[in-house]
Every structure is written in structure tokens, then in C-alpha cells.
């Protein structure tokens, strides 16, 4: 089976820094996605990684250790609209490409307060 | 950007009667759809992956006769809830990708929200 994990729910003040954390074990990996859910929409997308590594985009920021099956999201200088769930999807190779299948960690609520 | 748009955004329905949700893609061709449940508090699921002009793959547990999916062209498939019950009540969220789309922008549909009395 395949097994992603990440914490149910966090707590952040406004301005501060957060950590997100994912790990996973998959059949198969080619690369992992980070999205952001509002209550009652769609996923959005934030970042993908695919190499060892920091890949950094404005405030947020994704990690990736293939070898510990680790990544994290890291949002800086948070914002109360942040307060979102964020979920981990590790991409499978399924029929290749683009048209891989993506699937779902638990997700983490978080909450950011004044 | 690539938009996929659903259809009903929102639908309440009877107890044992079918509901039909579709997905299209709007500017690109999908080749492959993907169908995804979720529940409240909770991640998305993934049920089903269809490839356009073929039968759908359901992931274990899902039923293949209770969640019927099409996917007959290249920007259109549809979901249909047969004898929908309360417990089929979820947020139902369908994801198009096709040739050329990246692999790191994989396109969702605004989702649709199925409540059954």
C-alpha cells in the first residue's frame, strides 16, 4: 500500500515561520507536490519536487530527501489568509509523463493566529 | 492557464436516486482523468484514473458498478453516483492531465459537492 503522512493540525502566529511535514513510503516515486485547500475548493497548486533538495518560490518553500522519503513546506512571514489545509501528493509513474497519479497525504489543517 | 470546469458546483439529491457530475477541460485535451472523493477534515482519495477511450482503473474499495465513470473524448468525463445513499454525501473533485501539460501543473476541477438526504 502506499502510506503518506503529515501532521493533522498546526498552530502559527501571524508573521512567523511554519514547518510542514511529509513523509511517505510509495510504490514508486516521481516526485512529490505540495498543494494549498480552502475549506469547500479545489486544491491549488504551490510546488513540486522531483531532485534532493530547497526549491524556494516567495514565502513558500519545499524540500525533498528521496532517500528519507522526507519533505517538508516551509511558509515564511505568514499571513492570516495562509490558514488553509496543506496536502503532500507523491506522484506515481503510473502511464508516465504528465498524466501521472497523484496520491494524497493526510493533509495538515493550520491554523494562523494574531 | 489550463482551466477544467465541473458541473453542478453543488447538488442535494434523494436517497437511491443517480447523480451525474462532469468534467471538462476547457483548453486542453485530457488523456487521462483522474476522480478523487473527499470527505470532511479529511485528504483527497483517490477512486478511479480513466484514460480517454477506455475503461477506468478503480483503486481498491471503491465499486466500479456504484461509481460509473465515461470518459469518451478527449475534454469530457463524467462521474455518475448510481442509488446515491447519505454516506456518499463528500466532495467529489476531478483532475485532467494531457500531453503536454507539466508534470508540475496538474489541473483540478473547482470541485463539486454532493449531498444525498
Known amino acids: 500500500g502506499q502510506n503518506i503522512d503529515q501532521p493533522t493540525e498546526m498552530t502559527a502566529t501571524e508573521g512567523a515561520i511554519v514547518q510542514i511535514n511529509c513523509t511517505y513510503q510509495t510504490s514508486g516515486f516521481n516526485g512529490l507536490f505540495w498543494y494549498q485547500q480552502h475549506a469547500g475548493e479545489a486544491p491549488t497548486f504551490l510546488s513540486y519536487?522531483?531532485?534532493?533538495g530547497l526549491e524556494e518560490k516567495g514565502r513558500f518553500s519545499s524540500f525533498l530527501s528521496r532517500s528519507k522519503g522526507y519533505s517538508y513546506l516551509l511558509l515564511k512571514e505568514l499571513q492570516m489568509k495562509d490558514s488553509a489545509s496543506y496536502l503532500c501528493a507523491v506522484s506515481l509513474p503510473e502511464y508516465g509523463g504528465a498524466t501521472n497519479k497523484l496520491i494524497f497525504g493526510t493533509g495538515t489543517l493550520l491554523a494562523v493566529q494574531p | 492557464g489550463a482551466v477544467v470546469s465541473q458541473h453542478p458546483s453543488w447538488v442535494i439529491c434523494k436517497s437511491g436516486t443517480s447523480v451525474k457530475i462532469e468534467c471538462r477541460s476547457l483548453?486542453?485535451?485530457?488523456?487521462?482523468m483522474f476522480w478523487y472523493r473527499q470527505f470532511p477534515k479529511q485528504s483527497l482519495m483517490l477512486m478511479a484514473t480513466?484514460?480517454?477511450?477506455?475503461?477506468?482503473?478503480?483503486e481498491q474499495g471503491v465499486e466500479k458498478d456504484k461509481f460509473l465513470i465515461n470518459h469518451a473524448s478527449l475534454t469530457l468525463s463524467t462521474l455518475t453516483v448510481t442509488s446515491a445513499h447519505p454516506e456518499d454525501s463528500s466532495f467529489y473533485i476531478c483532475r485532467a492531465a494531457g500531453v503536454g501539460s507539466g508534470t508540475d501543473t496538474q489541473y483540478f476541477g473547482p470541485g463539486t459537492r454532493l449531498t444525498v438526504l
Open positions: 483548453d486542453f485535451q485530457a488523456t487521462t
Open positions: 519536487n522531483v531532485l534532493d
Open positions: 480513466s484514460n480517454e477511450g477506455s475503461k477506468a482503473t478503480y
